[in-house]
Nanobody, 126 residues
Framework: QVQLVESGGGLVQAGGSLRLSCVAS????????MGWFRRAPGKEREFVSA????????DYADSVKGRFTISRDNAKNTVYLQMNSLKPEDTAVYYC???????????????????WGQGTQVTVSS
């Protein structure tokens, strides 16, 4: 079993930055591809970004490409999401997710992930 705990959310003005962190515990973190998803009020949860187990591949939703950067530190069992140039439409609960294997299959979909954190709120004011 893997436990994921997110942190780093908060309230920020448009144009500002936040860095989310997700610490994993329970099993070998380095075997898992990891992702970030978000759920805005009244909307379904959507893919934001993903990173392969080695960090050699990253992917982003079009809406965040060029503004968000995903990274991981396997020595610290942590994955990060650096969010710059934030917009009010980025307001959402952000979830960290882990795949049960390193295949990176369905990295863009909830069905590709087995483990989920509780989420951290990000609010961007205009």
């Amino acid at each position: 079993q893997v436990q994921l705990v997110e942190s780093g959310g908060g309230l920020v003005q448009a144009g500002g930055s936040l860095r989310l962190s997700c610490v994993a515990s329970g099993r070998t973190f380095t075997n898992y591809a990891m992702g970030w998803f978000r759920r805005a009020p009244g909307k379904e949860r959507e893919f934001v970004s993903a990173i392969s187990w080695s960090g050699g591949r990253t992917d982003y939703a079009d809406s965040v490409k060029g503004r968000f950067t995903i990274s991981r530190d396997n020595a610290k069992n942590t994955v990060y999401l650096q969010m710059n140039s934030l917009k009010p439409e980025d307001t959402a609960v952000y979830y960290c997710a882990g795949q049960s294997g390193g295949s990176y299959a369905y990295y863009y979909s909830e069905i590709g992930y087995t483990y989920w954190g509780q989420g951290t709120q990000v609010t961007v004011s205009s």
